[in-house]
């Protein structure tokens, strides 16, 4: 199936190329279009994304490179600055984030990961925001002399990937991309104290799902009924209700309060929940991973491009987000399809050097001895004691060791 193919046209035959065009029709996306399509677009930027390119003008300098491959890979005959730009300028962004929702449900269904044996899924809900510089993103102000965007993402726990994302301006207050969330009955859902947005939360009882939010210290309430023999680092376990006004008026119900001394960090912890079937203990492990889409935003910034774009339009910057998550889900569905025993960061390295090479998938994982051991390369870190930046890296390379994990 894939001899003599470059490795970047393998790699796009994990795309459905039906439903991609079903969406750009639903668009009008190819509407009076010659040369550079949709499809042609998504393939040129996914190409900048996977080869780490700097810039629109470094993407077309290294097209113009491999000018007699760009058929081939599936880009067209010719890939010009001017209307790369122009097409991410102009076309609907909604294409890009509709089929990488797309790839989303397509990832998921093929995982079947069950870690804290529950029932429904377990999500986690935060944003990332990308500073911008506001003389140019005009249409991104945030703060005097200051733009940026945030993207406001719900992170699968279990299966690690991003399965919805919302975009704002960075002046948006989290809470209010609460209510974008696709909620489902059954399902759990983590946030940090930046969430307390009681009126929400009600919201996600009343459909049946559970929540766990990190509480306030200012909160307000009475406590109805203790809990006596708690679990170790546990402090309470008790059900309150509220007893400011607005707070009873957005949650008029019962909630469980949960204390719990994280022996790492040496600090206590409040949660929030309306799960009171589960343990405490439980409820204390979930918010612990809510730190896994912390860790995503940062393998996502260190890796992908989305910290520099590539057009200063609000439609260009939303393409090359939506471009970089497919970017992210790509390298997700090969290294589930193929079963490789490797880490995503390794897929993608060993993917971006090769995207020109004709070597089948197969034999460029098996070829490539990209093994890494988590002990020699702290081992490694400690010998440049001596270097000031040395505890810097020790430290990121331990978040990115056990997001790898």
Partial sequence: MFQDKFVFAQLVA??????????????????????????????????????????????IVALEAHHSKCYHLGMGKNVSKSSLA???????????EEFAFYLVSEV?????????????????FDSTTIDLCLAVFWWAKFRK???????????????????FFHITTA?????????????????????DRAYNKFSQLFS???????FVVRAKKNVQYKVVKWKRRLPKNILSDCIIEFTEYKATKDYPKQLRLVRFFDEEQGREFAFLTNATHISSSLVAELYKNRWQIELFFKWLKQHLKIKKFWGTTE???????????????LVTIVKNDMKLERSTYEVLQILSISLTDK?????LFDKTKFQYDKDTILATIDLIATSPFAENIKQNLKAYLDYEA
């Avoid at 998921?108 to 044996?117: A, E, G, L, N, T």
């Fill in 359 to 363: 070597t089948h998938l197969k034999d």
């Fill in 315 to 329: 439609n260009a910057v939303r393409i090359q987000i939506y471009v970089a998550i497919c970017t992210y889900l």
């Fill in 14 to 59: 994990f795309f459905d190329r039906s439903k991609f065009n079903r969406i750009v029709a639903k668009y009008n996306g190819d509407r009076y279009v010659k040369h550079l399509t949709c499809w042609n677009q998504f393939l040129a930027m996914m190409f900048g994304q996977l080869s780490n390119r700097e810039s629109l003008r470094d993407l």
């Fill in 171 to 191: 002046s948006t207050h989290d809470s209010k991309a609460m209510s974008e969330i696709p909620y489902e009955t059954g399902s759990y859902y983590i946030f």
């Fill in 108 to 124: 998921q269904s093929k995982s079947c990961v069950d870690i804290f044996k529950l029932d429904g899924n377990i999500y986690a």
């Fill in 145 to 163: 002399k200051k733009g940026g965007i945030k993207v406001h993402t719900l992170y699968d726990v279990e299966t690690q990937i991003p399965t």
């Fill in 86 to 96: 122009r097409a991410n300028q102009d076309r609907d962004y909604r294409i890009f």
């Fill in 204 to 210: 996600i009882n009343q459909i049946g799902a559970y």
